[in-house]
Nanobody
Framework: QVQLVESGGGLVQPGSSLRLSCAVS????????IGWFRQAPGKEREGVSC????????YYADSAKGRFTISRDNAKNTVYLQMNSLQPEDTAVYYC?????????????????WGQGTQVTVSS
């Protein structure tokens, strides 16, 4: 059974950092792209970042560029999202998702397995 478990969310002040983790069990990650998405209250789910299977391609939403860094450790079957300089507009539930193949896509249907999400709240 495939399972994705996100962790690392919390309540932080503006300007703070968090590192989200996505631990995957039930299959081997090394052939698949992994994406991070977020959904704020009253808004649609949006892509934040993605990393391809071969490590050589990473993608970031404009809102994440320069502040967020995605990485993966295939040996640990885990993907990370380092988030720096967090702002109130980053408040959302963050989800990780496994793609159907090795490359990233903006299309949500490309991602076949999803975690339950971890809450990130940025507030003073």
């Amino acid at each position: 059974q495939v399972q994705l478990v996100e962790s690392g969310g919390g309540l932080v002040q503006p300007g703070s950092s968090l590192r989200l983790s996505c631990a995957v069990s039930g299959f081997t990650l090394d052939l698949y792209a992994i994406g991070w998405f977020r959904q704020a209250p009253g808004k649609e789910r949006e892509g934040v970042s993605c990393i391809s299977a071969s490590y050589d391609s990473t993608y970031y939403a404009d809102s994440a560029k320069g502040r967020f860094t995605i990485s993966r450790d295939n040996a640990k079957n885990t993907v990370y999202l380092q988030m720096n300089s967090l702002q109130p507009e980053d408040t959302a539930v963050y989800y990780c998702a496994v793609a159907r193949g090795y490359y990233c896509s903006d299309a949500h249907p490309w991602y076949v397995y999803w975690g339950q999400g971890t809450q990130v709240t940025v507030s003073s």
